[in-house]
């Protein structure tokens, strides 16, 4: 049975943070609902005040700059950056993960910054993103800070955030020339969550066409979506062969931190990364030729 609860709904993302530094623990903030309601009905989370920052509307939108890169506000839907012209022709990896979320239901309302904040480890956008070395905005009522996304994520459902903080911004800086990146995920029935997902991110010198930058990024093979770093430094120097992407993605499998659980065995997660690894850096470097 649902909790009683006082439901908020601040018109500006001043009033918004006004309420969450007041009632602190004891708030929650709802974007598209579709993770915390679950939660809520479960009785695994019971808030006194819930927060609707859904009317603070300066937070849903796509930008470009052709310096500073992309700019997704937090409260963006996933279909939104699905079908973003601007998404699909400049961060391709974006749009063909969100394809890949849920179903159109779900991602008209899911949004981008209520996904990472669940800070689900088999969450879709994590990985592409890290791999795009994307950062988040945060603002408080004492200002405003941005961290890599690699550093946002903690442990399970658990995020860098602290009680009077909120997510604003997604920021993704344009890739360097001659960059591919690419996800894959491995998953029972479409639309599922990820039972292992992978996102590899390639830069090819301009000269020698060696690996100049390498990015490895595990979702759902490990309380967090982690880099596998030892893997990218396999790649970064050489030339990118077959027995090279194979070596890395055997190190990616050895570095990751899968558990068991219904969904697959600790052992079977590992067999997964090897093989999406390989998958991904594949297309990475098929897509860093074009470029
Ligand atoms: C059936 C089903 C299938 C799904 N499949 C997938 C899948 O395959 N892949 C995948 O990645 N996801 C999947 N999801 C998750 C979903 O797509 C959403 O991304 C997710 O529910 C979170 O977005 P939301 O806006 O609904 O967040 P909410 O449920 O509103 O909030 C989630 C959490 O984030 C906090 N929060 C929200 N916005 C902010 C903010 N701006 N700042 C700080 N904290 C915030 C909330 O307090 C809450 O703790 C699935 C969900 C369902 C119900």
Same mark, same amino acid.
């Given at each position: ?69 992309? #700019?997704? *506000?937090? !409260? ?7 079908? =973003?012209?601007? %998404? $699909? &022709? #400049?961060? *391709?990896? !974006? ?7 849920? =179903?159109?239901? %779900? $991602? &008209? ?183």
């Amino acid at each position: 049975m649902i909790k009683d609860f006082e439901y908020l709904a601040p018109k500006t993302l001043k009033d918004a943070l006004t309420l969450l530094s007041q009632h602190r623990e004891e708030a929650k903030l709802i974007a598209g609902g579709q993770s915390l309601l679950v939660l809520i009905k479960q009785g695994l989370v019971t808030p006194r005040y819930l927060i609707d920052i859904n009317g603070t509307s300066n937070l849903d939108y796509i930008n470009l700059d052709e310096k500073e890169g992309l #700019r997704i *506000g937090s !409260l963006t839907s996933h279909r939104a950056i699905e079908l =973003s012209s601007v %998404i $699909r &022709n #400049r961060f *391709g990896v !974006l749009a063909e993960m969100e394809q890949g979320l849920a =179903s159109i239901q %779900i $991602r &008209n309302w899911g949004t981008i910054g209520g996904n990472l904040c669940h800070a689900d480890p088999a969450g879709d956008p994590a990985p592409p993103l890290i791999a795009l070395k994307a950062k988040g905005k945060i603002a408080s009522l004492s200002g405003e800070r941005s961290l890599p996304l690699e550093e946002f994520f903690k442990d399970y459902f658990e995020t860098a955030l602290q009680a009077d903080e909120m997510l604003t911004e997604i920021q993704v800086p344009n890739p360097s020339p001659h960059t591919g990146t690419a996800y894959t995920k491995f998953v029972l029935m479409e639309g599922d969550h990820s039972i292992v997902g992978v996102a590899v991110s390639l830069t090819l010198g301009s000269s020698d066409g060696a690996c100049g930058d390498a990015r490895i990024v595990l979702g759902a093979a490990a309380p967090v979506p982690m880099r596998a770093q030892k893997a990218e430094k396999v790649l970064v120097g050489k030339a990118i062969k077959d027995n090279v992407i194979e070596e890395a993605a055997q190190v990616a499998s050895e570095e990751s931190r899968p558990t068991s659980d219904v969904h697959g065995s600790e052992e079977y997660r590992r067999e997964l990364v090897r093989v999406l690894v390989k998958r991904a850096a594949e297309e990475a470097i098929k897509r860093a030729l074009l470029r």
